[in-house]
């Protein structure tokens, strides 16, 4: 039984070691019920008039009111029920980061749906296999682009009955196609579903219990076909409590809505956004969320690995671009920031006079004002999950004086780990409440809980193939340090041997190589019966081609610069003082920039932008075997696939370099 006093009591030690106020946090806990619908009902009832989300179109915010919301997703869930949905019906949702995905989210669960959500840049056999996968039988699609996927296989998925869009834009040809329904034609019918039928929405809603799925979150597929992870309302209810209570949320909270709704960390902030009734922000296009980002001032934001990364790469090219003044300032500051983080992170009971002055110095001349330029101003906190970030990350997060917290977690049980009121750079902090985390005698990190995954849909031994005695295995690799905090080094399947015996993460090394302004993304590979390591590089393209600018040295193409010699010179740089912070046995003995970014569409990237190691290592065998036959050069052909459909093959010479 959900029991949300018990939950309280579990969370309240971390709750009295927080630096903030934890009144909210303990008032909303103890009004939280066990289902999205059910707080949704009690936020529009307490507070109407209060601001629940907000979206910029044409360069202004449109707000919403929880009372306004509550009627926007009563109408969709009407509909849907006027169509013939049922309870325990499949819906998927594919589009980005707006309003209306939460309120088709909010509408299918209220109708007692389970939502299945599909990343933006799903391609058609994807859609094809988690539709038909799922029993899906109505889908929600933004605006023309999305619909035309399921147009493109419309005959293999039988089981879809309309789909609704909610972005008209270039809809006018299709208007006539009995498939496709506007969302507000949707919503009217819903209305006259409620005339004709007063009560019913109440009643359903009644009806939900936490155990009822909420959501079905698919894998990436790296290990085979995607699996339909079974989520249910209780899971992310509690996920929300156990997580905020790192850092509790205060009662005039916003957050930015970036992350793809698809994925479970974003289904856990929409949990925190009914649970805590914060505000939720809607950037206006993805190539504005930075803007929209200093607009805003969120308190809360989570952006993966490398969107925080991005936003260290920024810094670091604009005060390139500035004068020798400007960077002597911004080196000296960030230099005094970094010594005041050591002393905050080494847990002293007082800074010294000299350096909180020094300090205070800095952040007036420099460190607040890249903090105002990043839209950082007023976040206390910053979350990454998904993939490690790499400790030089997360300490110049802290010498610029914001905070970040890692969250570690399997979209099976979420979330596992977190850091709070003491942050360590290269662990992702302790277990949660109410979570257990082990280290297995193979060193895997092993975890369970009250509450996890429902299950693979479908897909019972898969299902008992995660579990032993209990335990979910997670398939990374990992320790608890001294302070009990969880340090993730890779995949189980990934840790790589040396020819000394030992064992190494290319994550680790990855990570501090994408520090650089200049490498976007890395591959390490190596092995026992290799003398050192090949790293396969791709350059960030709008750095290295500014920094190719400045220093005037032509090119035409991404292939063209990432082949450059003085490029190469250039990541080399990096790629030696990587190395002089590595054991002697782990460092890159050569490295090629690769002639283009690792992709998604072309399977070499998850949907989350994980590397695929295995599919990388079999596309660049090539590569690989030249780099240690100690080749110079080699012709790399590689097929791409088109965002029109195509396919072609693209050959390229290839410089490989032995690094000094």
Known sequence: MFDPKSLLEECEPQLRKSELSGEYYRSRVLRIQDTFPKILIDNAKTHPGRLSMRKKDFGIWNTFTWAEVLEKIRAISLGLVSLGLKREDKVCIIGDNDPEWYWAELAVHCAGGVVVGFYIDAMPSDIEFIANNSDTVYVFAKDQEQVDKFLDVKEKIPEIRRIIYWDDKGMGAYRRDPWLLEIEELMEAG????????????????????????????????????????????????????????????????????????????????????????????????????????????????????????????????????????????????????????????????????????????????????????????????????????????????AIGVKISDAYGLTEINPLTSHGEVVKPGT?????????????????????????????????????????????????????????????????????????????????????????????????????????????????????????EKNRISYTTFVDLSQKEEVYRLIERDVVQVNRTLPEDARLGRFTNLHKEFDADEGELTKTRKIRRAFLMERYGHLINAAYENRERVIVEAQVKYRDGREGTVKTDLKIRTVA
Not at 362 to 385: E, Y
Not at 489 to 508: E, H, I, Q, V
């Open 191 to 398: 209305r006259g579903f409620e005339k004709a039928n007063p009560g019913f929405f109440e009643a359903s809603v009644a009806e939900g219990k936490g155990s009822d799925l909420a959501a079905l979150c698919y894998t990436s597929g790296t290990t085979g076909l995607p699996k339909g992870v079974m989520i249910t309302h209780e899971y992310l209810v509690k996920a929300t409590i156990r997580l905020t209570v790192m850092n509790p949320p205060q009662e005039t909270d916003e957050f930015l809505s970036f992350v793809p709704p698809a994925w479970i960390a974003e289904q856990i902030m929409m949990a925190m956004w009914l649970a805590f009734s914060v505000t939720a922000n809607f950037p206006e296009e993805p190539e504005t969320v930075m803007e929209n980002i200093r607009e805003i001032g969120p308190s809360s934001l989570l952006l993966g690995p490398m969107q925080w990364l991005g936003l260290v790469s920024q810094v670091q090219m604009k005060i390139f671009e500035t004068g020798v003044l400007r960077r002597l300032l911004y080196q000296a500051c960030l230099a005094i920031g970094y010594r005041y983080a050591d002393f905050k992170l080494e847990r002293r009971s007082a800074v010294p006079w000299h350096w909180r002055l020094l300090n205070s110095l800095a952040n007036g001349l420099c460190l607040m004002h890249i903090r105002d330029a990043l839209g950082l101003s007023k976040t206390r906190a910053g979350i990454t999950g998904g993939s490690a970030l790499g400790p030089d990350v997360f300490r110049w997060f802290l």
């Open 428 to 548: 992702s902090g302790r277990p949660v409440p109410g979570v257990e985390v082990r280290i297995s005698e193979s060193g895997e990190i092993m975890a369970r809980s009250d509450v996890m995954f429902a299950g693979y849909y479908k897909n019972p031994e898969a299902t008992a193939g995660m579990l032993e005695d209990g335990w979910i295995k997670t398939g990374d690799c990992g320790t608890l340090d001294e302070d009990g905090h969880l340090i993730v080094y890779d995949r189980m399947k990934d840790m790589l041997p040396l020819r000394t015996g030992a064992k190494y993460s290319p994550s680790y090394i990855q990570n501090r190589l994408r520090f650089s302004p200049y490498i976007k993304d890395a591959m390490i590979i190596g092995g026992e019966d290799r003398d050192f390591l090949f790293g396969i590089v791709t350059i960030d393209f709008d750095n290295v081609g500014k920094w190719a």
